[in-house]
């Protein structure tokens, strides 16, 4: 059973910084995809960037240059760097994890294939 743990979320002027990170445990795979979506009231939930088990990443069109994705598996820890936020930025982002192959950019847009998400952390961005 795969579990994940988000934080790092808060409040943040346009223009500023905040790193997410999400603590995983429980999986065994060798090749998995693991990626953050977010999703704002009233909106489907959206793919924001994903990386596989061979470290390649993806990332959806709007945060492209800003927002960064990363993991440490010594600590079995995911990060999303998020600079330059935005407004739009607002909104619950999960963790999630996927066991398979596909690649980052094939389960950036198939949130629907994660087996395991965290429960969430809120990312408000104000004007």
């Known amino acids: 059973q795969v579990q994940l743990v988000e934080s790092g979320g808060g409040s943040e002027q346009a223009g500023g910084s905040l790193r997410l990170s999400c603590a995983a445990s429980?999986?065994?795979?060798?090749?998995?995809?693991m990626g953050w979506f977010r999703q704002a009231p009233g909106k489907e939930r959206e793919g924001v960037a994903t990386?596989?088990?061979?470290?390649?990443?993806s990332y959806a069109d709007s945060v492209k240059g800003r927002f960064t994705i990363s993991k440490d598996n010594p600590k079995n820890t995911l990060y999303l760097q998020m600079n330059s936020l935005k407004p739009e930025d607002t909104a619950m982002y999960y963790c999630?994890?996927?066991?398979?192959?596909?690649?980052?950019?094939?389960?950036?847009?198939?949130?629907?294939?994660?087996?395991?998400w965290g429960q969430g952390t809120q990312v408000t961005v104000s004007s």
């Open positions: 429980g999986y065994t795979y060798s090749t998995y995809c």
């Open positions: 999630a994890y996927v066991r398979g192959h596909g690649g980052s950019s094939y389960f950036l847009v198939r949130p629907g294939d994660f087996a395991s």
């Open positions: 990386i596989d088990s061979d470290g390649y990443t």
